[in-house]
């Protein structure tokens, strides 16, 4: 592709000596397009944070390389990447006001100071921190200090703006109302930008893309829907979607038109063979031992389905999450209207083929998302 | 704070007095020996009625020493400019020297930065003597005996591990990502090092500084043996004063009194730093 902006290619991270090295990025792959926002999803610890620290020079990178705009910056000095970064612990300069803190970020501009004053207000006005600006960082809350370094990120004209965690601090409310105003800021000043989260919902709702990131290594790159539809292994369909992915350990078998999944318990699940493409009950029948997940919310209650025996039954509001046993293991259902059921009772659920998604059980890849194999 | 108890602010209050009336009594003593003549000091038992005097401070300004013998000359105010000389210039040089390097040690961790820190930390630990006499030697040989420039050397062993471990600590204490963020807006590291880092770690700077000051103004083995009278500082010129007819306790006090004063202003002056970089707690990240 040649509107390829950033471009990391089998980067890694090692800290520390040899003796006592900490491996904290693996192999990392991943090219980011001109203009698009991109999230890094994963647990803390992932790596995610070293990514961006190398991305913008603060770590040396210890394998491979990454390039902006077609440029390798392995070897620039920060000075020389034109990068921005909203940092995760705020760093802002303790002597300055917050206004002055996010002005400073437009000093090298050559700006005038009235143009720097608008830019600076209008920033303050998007992150509402109007009224704290005169104030010092050490006498405002923390979510006021990790928006004025957001603000301090977001100001300048940089070829490239790293986000890390920059609204952790932040209310729930004031959360979703800054989403959206910083998603319209981003894409009308055609910034590229890279944000870490382990907010599945800010991911979503931000992003282009998502790289979600476990114990160093790229799990998967891809837009929220399909990170949703086609989880690439057993990880990524777990982590993603809130309530998680129900999972279960199977082995396959086939009877003339039927295909049928044996679960713990005698329990099994039996579907039509016509259900699933042919090379999908191939791949399947020639591993045996397959996981199956199946979303929360495409699980249905169906008189002929198995037999559940329910757990717990929440009622969130607008949804029910109820938690049940099934063939010995734990399921969640995500219903929209409010479910009658209490502990103990008994449900009948049936899962959709078209909802099904089987796994390679020791290697944890994709092998079909419903009908369809995995290319 | 907790609530105390009338008796436990009264014993408090016992306490700090003991503990202000055992400091600062020789103070007020030689400070008022400083006011009297040989014979009312030696009088048996002491006394604090007497008529005060200006003539040890008259002595030590016009550098005639009358004594009970002879009239001789001292040097005291030369003594008291080198004590100043050498103890600011020698000040400088460590913080010129030591401020960069506690930068880089805070900074950069590689191979051996503990050790090499460790080892110039070492040489407080040595007692001056050990070094002492090899020192004079290499000195005799270098033409460094009797110069400000050899004196100012030797008290680097004194300033500089001291500003270096403290600065050091200031520099670690300040978040490497706040002088990241302004690195990343297009700075050097060189004027980050000075517009981020040096400015926060201002007060820990002076404190250091300060410090260092007081040690170097102390000092008193290494300008006995490596210099002469004309180099010396008050706390070897001080010797003086023991003279063939008796030792001149009242002119003894009244250096004591000149020589403190520089320090304790300095100390007081400084306490508004250190209490503005102790309340400066926001420097962490
Ligand atoms: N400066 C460092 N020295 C040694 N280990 C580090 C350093 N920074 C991070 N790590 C380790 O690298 C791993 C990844 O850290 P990080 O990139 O900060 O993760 P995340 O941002 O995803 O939480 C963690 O195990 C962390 O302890
Ligand atoms: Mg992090």
């Known amino acids: 592709m040649s509107d390829i902006h950033l471009d990391i290619k089998q ?4 800290y520390g000596t040899a003796n006592s090295a900490v491996h904290a990025v693996k192999g990392l792959s991943m090219a980011v397009r001109r203009g698009e926002i991109t999230s890094l999803l994963g647990a803390s610890g992932c790596g995610k944070t070293s990514t961006l620290r190398m991305i913008a020079g603060f770590e040396t990178v210890s394998k491979g390389t990454i390039k902006l705009g077609g440029k390798v910056l392995n070897d620039l000095r920060p000075v020389k990447r034109n990068v921005a970064m909203a940092f995760e612990g705020y760093s802002l300069y303790p002597p300055l006001t917050i206004r002055d803190n996010i002005a400073f970020a437009l000093k090298a501009s050559k700006l005038s100071a009235k143009d720097i004053s608008d830019k600076v207000h209008t920033m303050a006005d998007m992150l509402e921190i109007t009224d704290i600006l005169d104030k010092h960082p050490s006498s405002v809350s923390g979510g006021q200090q990790q928006r004025a370094s957001l603000g301090r990120a977001l100001i300048r004209d940089a070829d490239l703006h790293l986000l890390d965690e920059p609204m952790g601090q932040l209310e729930p409310q004031l959360r979703a109302l800054l989403r959206g105003r910083i998603k319209h800021y981003i894409k009308e000043n055609g910034i590229t930008a890279i944000l870490v989260t382990h907010d599945q919902a800010e991911a979503n709702a931000l992003s282009d893309r998502i790289a979600v990131m476990e114990g160093g290594y790229l799990q998967q790159f891809e837009s929220p829907q399909r990170l949703k539809d086609q989880p690439a292994n057993l990880f990524t369909g777990t982590f993603v979607g809130e309530p998680p992915m129900n999972t279960f350990s199977a082995s396959v078998d086939k009877e003339s038109d039927k295909v049928r999944f044996d679960l713990d318990h005698g329990v099994s699940l ?3 063979v016509t259900d699933f493409s042919a090379d999908v009950i191939e791949a399947a029948l020639a591993l045996k031992s397959v996981v199956i997940g199946v979303r929360p919310y495409a699980i249905k209650r169906d008189d002929d389905g198995m037999k559940a025996t329910v757990v717990a039954n929440h009622w969130l509001g607008d949804q029910s999450h109820i938690a049940a046993t099934l063939a010995g293991q734990s399921v969640i259902l995500v219903e929209h209207d409010r479910a009658p059921d209490k502990a103990g009772d008994d449900i009948f659920i049936k899962l959709d083929p078209d909802n099904i998604h089987v796994f390679n059980r020791e290697t944890g890849y994709a092998v079909s998302h419903g009908a369809e194999i995995v290319g | 704070m907790e609530h105390q108890s009338k008796l436990e602010t009264v014993l408090r209050g016992i306490a700090l007095l003991l503990v202000v009336v055992f400091f600062m009594f020789p103070i007020f003593w030689i400070f008022l020996m400083s006011l009297q003549t040989n014979e009312t000091i030696l009088r048996v038992p002491p006394s604090i009625n007497f008529e005060p005097t200006l003539s040890n401070y008259r002595a030590l300004i016009t550098g005639k020493l009358e004594t009970s013998a002879a009239s001789l000359e001292i040097n005291f105010l030369q003594n008291l400019w080198n004590s100043v000389f050498l103890s600011v210039a020698s000040v400088s040089l460590a913080l010129l020297l030591g401020v960069p390097a506690a930068y880089a040690f805070a900074r950069h961790k ?24 090899p020192l004079s030697l290499y000195f005799q040989k270098m033409g460094l005996a009797d110069t400000y420039l050899g004196l100012i050397w030797v008290y680097q062993l004194i300033c500089l591990p001291l500003i270096l471990w403290i600065v050091r600590g200031y520099f670690e204490d300040i978040s490497p990502d706040i002088e990241y963020a302004y690195r990343v807006a297009g700075h050097s590291w060189f004027s980050t090092f000075r517009k981020i880092a040096l400015p926060l770690a201002g007060p820990g700077i002076a404190a250091a500084g300060l410090l260092a000051f007081i040690f170097a103004w102390n000092n008193f083995i290494f300008a006995l043996v490596l210099a002469s009278a004309d180099k010396q500082p008050v706390t070897v010129g001080a010797l003086a004063f023991i003279t063939a007819s008796g030792i001149q306790y009242g002119q003894i006090a009244a250096a004591i009194v000149m020589s403190i004063a520089p320090t304790l202003a300095l100390a007081l002056y400084a306490q508004k730093y250190l209490v503005e970089g102790l309340s400066l707690g926001a420097v962490k990240g």
């Open chain 1, 270 to 272: 039996s579907f039509d």
């Open chain 2, 110 to 133: 590689f191979k051996g930065s503990e050790d090499i820190a460790f080892t110039l930390l070492s040489f407080r630990f040595a007692p001056p003597l050990l070094v002492l006499l």
């Open chain 1, 11 to 14: 980067v890694d991270k090692i």
